[in-house]
């Protein structure tokens, strides 16, 4: 018999070459100073979400291993939680990692998943059911999407950013459905703009609906003391569904949700992705209440990243480049595959680890280049990059 998957993924694959949208995996070690090296190569590493370069922070790396010893090494430094939460797996690390969550943010309580992706694949089929409605906005990450599909409600996407659109849609939908999520990024993963909290909010109390925000871009970068662009704009105690990520500012593993008691005790009873894997284990658990104490404090960091993405901005309009946004997330768009792609290989060339975002993830004819900074990396490291990008694309 022949081999029709072989036969099967190779047409595929093969597309997917044709379409410029091959992707690989490469080996590389981190570096101070915002850096990687690749292949013995130093590059400056423009394509991590490590905001605050936690990840990369040697000191505090050393100050967290500091406390490793025979008593710790199990509690506090074990590898392995042997468990999902709801058998064995809930060591000790995760209750004070959501208590330090929950007294943070001033919420009733907090619930740790193990990603991202646990978290938005978890919620919402936990929560809508089938006479239930989700509107969310057209760029929502894919983790979002993901749990949208599994969840038994209707789901429309509106425009990005388009709340007059949303209104259009509730005068018309809301009196057929029992519940509506309105679903959000607060800083969107690809263009790096905001959403306006404070009129969801408004929108969502108006017509009796459950506003979601995903803050994984801005959970540890954004707010006063690290809460997020929900602290910046004041309504953290207004959004019912109000979630993190640990993968990005604050340096490593997991998510978090902060919410009400009764929410969280719902979610550990019925969210399939927290029931169903094993917990994280006690080391990343332990560094993560590490962390969380030192993220109020790290007001200084916080506006230098700010700085910094309004320089290179600035630098990359200069040089007549589009761009956009508030955040330390940068787009420079391109539109074409292929030429994004070239651009980028060109840039790295000269030291900057710079990657091209092509369908799907992002749509079609608007592939682009994301720059993300972070709390590690000088002005001077970054000052060439948008004569270096221009001189790229005007060779190509």
């Known amino acids: 018999m022949e081999n029709t998957l072989q036969q099967q993924l190779e047409g595929q694959l093969q597309t997917i070459i044709d379409q ?31 905001y605050l370069g936690l990840a990369t922070n040697r000191e505090m790396h050393q100050q967290f291993f500091a406390d490793l010893s025979p ?57 809508a059911g089938k006479n239930d409605l989700i509107l969310a906005d057209k760029l929502c990450h894919a983790s979002l999407i993901d749990g949208m599909r599994l969840s038994r409600a209707r789901v429309i996407r509106y425009p990005h950013l388009d709340y007059e659109a949303i209104e259009r849609i509730l005068t018309k939908e ?46 540890g970068i954004r707010g006063k003391t690290g809460c997020g662009l929900a602290e910046e704009y004041g309504v953290v105690d207004d959004i019912e569904l ?3 990520t640990f993968g990005k500012a604050y340096g490593a593993q997991g998510a978090f949700i902060v919410c009400s008691r009764q929410l969280a005790d719902y979610l550990l009873n019925t969210a399939r992705s927290q029931i169903f894997t094993t917990g994280l284990p006690p080391i990343n658990v332990n560094w993560l209440c590490f962390v969380l104490d030192k993220i109020p404090q790290l007001t200084e960091e916080r506006n230098k990243v700010a700085a ?11 040089k007549g480049l589009e761009t956009f946004g ?30 091209a975002v092509r369908p799907p993830t992002v749509p079609a004819n608007t592939s682009r280049l994301r720059l993300s900074l972070n709390a590690a990396m000088q002005w001077e490291q970054i000052a060439p990059l948008p004569g270096l990008i221009a001189e790229a694309l005007a060779a190509n």
Request: proline share 2%; with cysteine.
């Open 326 to 355: 508030t955040s330390n997330i940068i787009p420079v768009m391109i539109g074409d595959a292929a030429l994004a792609v070239a651009t980028a290989e060109k840039v790295c060339e000269h030291g900057f680890w710079v990657k």
């Open 71 to 127: 008593d710790t090494i199990l509690t506090a430094y074990g590898m392995g939680s042997t468990a999902s939460r709801l058998m064995t797996g809930n060591t000790a690390p995760y209750a004070q990692l959501e208590k330090g969550l929950q007294q943070l943010y001033g919420s009733e309580a907090a619930l740790v998943f193990n990603s991202g992706y646990h978290l938005n694949i978890g919620i919402l089929p936990a929560l």
């Open 242 to 244: 109000l979630t993190g």
């Open 308 to 318: 910094l993405a309004d320089q290179l901005r600035d630098g990359l309009r200069s």
């Open 20 to 50: 410029g949208q091959l992707r690989h995996v490469i080996p590389l070690h981190h570096r101070d100073q915002g850096c990687v090296e690749i292949n013995q190569t130093t590059y400056l590493n423009l394509a991590g979400n490590d």
């Open 174 to 219: 809301r009196k057929k459905y029992s519940q509506v999520y309105i679903v959000t990024e607060s800083i969107f993963s690809m263009d790096g703009d905001e959403a306006d909290l404070s009129l969801l909010v408004n929108i969502k109390n108006r017509w009796s609906s459950v506003l979601y925000v995903d803050d994984a871009h801005g959970a």
